[in-house]
């Protein structure tokens, strides 16, 4: 069975995202790096070999790291000039250059491990901003919503209570009007029977005087009608609108 073949894009993105390796692979470009500052010696200037390496481990790595990793390169570059001439190894000039190399390069770093960092502290907070903003959203939305669904509940009950008035309005109303209607009527009845009487009697005009106190009982039970049924009519009365 063939093996599978592996690209370059493949292991260098394997590199990167594992820390281990990705030491590793650092501490092996730093040995290269001192080994070609031992093979130019003082003729080619080494530092930038360190600092293309340091530069590319901070954006991957935090600060104590990238500081680790300066003190090995100054080491290692320290190494290499020792190697390239043992005889500077009793003066004091290669090591303080040593020092200043430490210097520069936990400078470079280190600043640019805090701000890859610092960027990376933003990009998360833009995201953890973002998504409370939608989550605001989302809450707002459905705040909005029930209050639409409280509206319409209270419309409806409104409504409810609005019916539930006009029949308990309409059932005494009811109620009221069979008093007048059954007086009405018994008075009607005895109305009619006086008239008849009236066309038969000796004296007609003792009959209609009879009659004229329940025509005023009657016109008193018409008007408490009247008024029920006006009270009836004012519960559907439509509001008025001003006029334009």
């Known amino acids: 069975m063939p093996l599978p073949t592996v690209t370059s894009e493949t292991s260098d993105t394997h590199i990167l995202r594992s ?8 501490a092996a470009y730093l040995l290269a790096a001192g080994g070609l500052d031992y093979v130019t010696g003082p003729m080619v200037a080494s530092a930038p070999f ?17 500081l680790a ?5 100054a080491g290692i570059s320290l190494a290499s000039d020792l190697l390239w001439d043992p005889t ?19 400078l470079i770093s280190g600043a640019l491990a805090l701000l890859v960092q610092e960027r990376k502290r933003l ?28 509206m319409r509940l209270q419309e409806n009950l409104v409504a409810r ?12 109303a009811t109620y009221e009007l069979e008093q007048p209607l059954a007086s009405a009527s018994v008075y ?45 009519r004012g519960l559907h009365k439509p509001s008025q ?4």
């Open 19 to 26: 820390p281990g390796a990705r030491r590793i692979a650092a």
């Open 50 to 66: 360190y600092i293309f390496i340091l530069v590319a481990l901070a954006f991957y790595e935090s600060v104590a790291v990238c």
């Open 69 to 73: 990793y300066s003190f090995l390169a």
């Open 88 to 106: 500077k190894a009793v003066l004091v000039y290669p090591y303080w250059a040593a020092c200043a190399r430490l210097i520069g390069f936990a």
């Open 123 to 150: 990009r998360e907070s833009e995201r953890a901003l973002l998504e409370k903003t939608q989550e605001l959203q989302a809450k707002h939305r459905r705040m909005e919503e029930t209050l639409r669904e409280i």
């Open 161 to 172: 209570d609005r019916q539930a008035a006009v029949g308990d309005t309409i059932y005494a």
């Open 188 to 232: 009607i009845e005895e109305a009619t029977r006086l008239i008849e009487r009236a066309s038969t009697a000796d004296n007609p005009q003792l009959v209609l005087d009879q009659i004229q106190p329940l025509l005023g009982k009657l016109e008193n039970r018409i008007r408490n009608i009247e008024r029920i049924l006006r009270e009836i």
């Open 241 to 244: 609108r001003p006029q334009l």
